[in-house]
């Protein structure tokens, strides 16, 4: 790893700070860096793309709740699909996720009375 600046006590803080760490390996990541590079570009953009991530990370955990399995990701994504194609329901999800963002109970309830998620 090329170095731009040595290694201090006040860097080794640095270092030490778990977000910034992840942040670094995250934006390293060969796959991240075309998705940030084609979904951060613009305001909308990043609204859109964190909701759809919210979304999709709403639904593993509800779905792991409910069935007791872990979501596929096909499955995860006909979901989404089928919601964002649903006009009421469309409405409801994206209420809540975006006025309830940090609350993520209010969110996997507004999945949860989707239905899409059923024990039949």
Aim: glycine share 4%; with cysteine; aromatic share 10%.
């Amino acid at each position: 790893m090329n170095e731009i600046i040595g290694v201090t006590p006040s860097c080794e803080l640095l270092i030490e700070n778990e977000f910034y760490n992840d942040l670094g390996e995250i934006m390293e990541d060969p796959k991240y860096k075309p998705f940030f590079d084609k979904y951060f570009s613009t305001n909308i953009d990043i609204k859109s793309t964190l909701f759809y991530m919210q979304l999709y990370r709403q639904i593993q955990l509800k779905y792991k709740e409910k069935k007791g399995i872990d979501v596929d990701k096909m499955t995860n994504i006909a979901i989404i699909n089928y919601i964002m194609n649903v006009p009421e329901l469309r409405k409801t999800v994206m209420g809540v996720i975006t006025e309830n963002f940090n609350d993520t109970s209010k969110i996997k309830k507004a999945i949860s009375d989707t239905n899409l998620l059923t024990n039949d």
